[in-house]
């Protein structure tokens, strides 16, 4: 590829920074950056034609930690590092929602509600409500951030499902008017996306960086910020990061749809909400954790046949409805939930493993790799 005078003045030479990955916390560590450096060069690097992973293909659960899935956190991680990390959680919403405003995202504070059919499971998650509510009234300055909520099961139209926690300090987004407003945003800020532009190698020497492209070309650049999330395997050697396909579908448009607010059952495992009055139906990964443990997109029939399956006996029972489109997105998890931040070479941060809570964490994380990036 020849490339013109202009284009290599304009997009390839003397640059910055390179941010990989257009998400939320690529676009965020960009405007970050160029905040404080605003004469700077920024450009960031897509390799799809929207950002690959999960910004634009994520549910919209404007959600930072329900019991059961801190529950679980809390076998795997110490109670400072998932504490931590629910501050995280909602310190990025709230910056989210400083950054956007809340009509240009459609944020709908309509609640957070984890459902359940076992009591022993219930039970065993009201037991920990007390002690979850001091810990999160340091964090919401809500005493009452959950609460048992007898009534949505019946309003929403569930079936099936027994029990319900509230988490008031939830809500929803749009993810499409995000990302669209934060690459707008971007590019009022003279940043440069872009798109169809993959990183097949990256290294870092004394006279700064030498990013290896797809198409064969180079770019040159003082630091690098790798926001890939779930692909992060691909340009670095972190051990404790994996890819995590996430199947989602939505339904046909439904008269007098009853469900309103963000619900999780068995553990976050599944996730639906209310969205243009369709249902949002996501989740499934647990029937084949290493079978989903990919970075390719795609779809399964053991999963999607669960959805529709759970649709019509739990969500909408005795409702007609079509399923109009499904789709699927690339999550990064690991054993911990709390991002890794941190340096990778002198002049390289990395920013990934958002945990399933990009949507709320990613502002912040953005904002924490540059700080690591420059202090």
Known sequence: MHLSYWELQQFFNKSDLVVIGSGIVGINAALQYK????????????????????????????????????LSDLENADEKTVWDTVSLRYKGLKKLRKLLGDTPIDYRNY??????????????????????????????????????NKKIILSSGLAKVKYCIENSEEGQIDTGLMMKNLISLAWKNDISILNGVGVEKLSDGPSGCILLLSSGLEI??????????GFAKELLKKKDVQPARAQVLITNEIKGLKLKGAFHYEQG?????????????????????????????????????????????????????????????????GKEKKPIIEHVSENVVCAVRMGGMGVAIGSLVGEMAVKELTK
């Open 35 to 70: 905040l404080g450096h605003p004469r700077h060069k920024v450009i960031i690097l897509e390799r799809g034609l929207l950002p690959s992973g999960a910004s634009t293909k994520n549910a919209g659960f404007a959600c930072f930690g329900s019991v059961s899935e801190l």
């Open 269 to 333: 495992f599944y996730y639906f909400r209310n969205i243009n009055n369709r249902v949002l139906f996501g989740g499934g990964r647990n029937l084949d954790i290493k079978g989903e443990e990919t970075s390719e997109p795609g779809l399964t029939p053991l999963i999607q046949k669960k959805l529709e399956k759970m649709l019509s006996t739990i969500i909408l029972p005795g409702v007609d409805f079509t399923i109009e489109h499904r789709w699927s997105g690339i999550m990064g998890v």
């Open 220 to 229: 040159k650049t003082k630091n690098v910020i790798v926001a890939t999330n």
């Open 111 to 148: 609640g957070g509600f984890e459902v359940f059919d076992e009591q022993a499971e219930f039970e065993k998650c009201m037991d920990a409500i007390p002690a979850f509510n001091e810990r999160a009234k340091a964090i919401t300055q809500n005493k009452r951030t959950y609460a048992q």
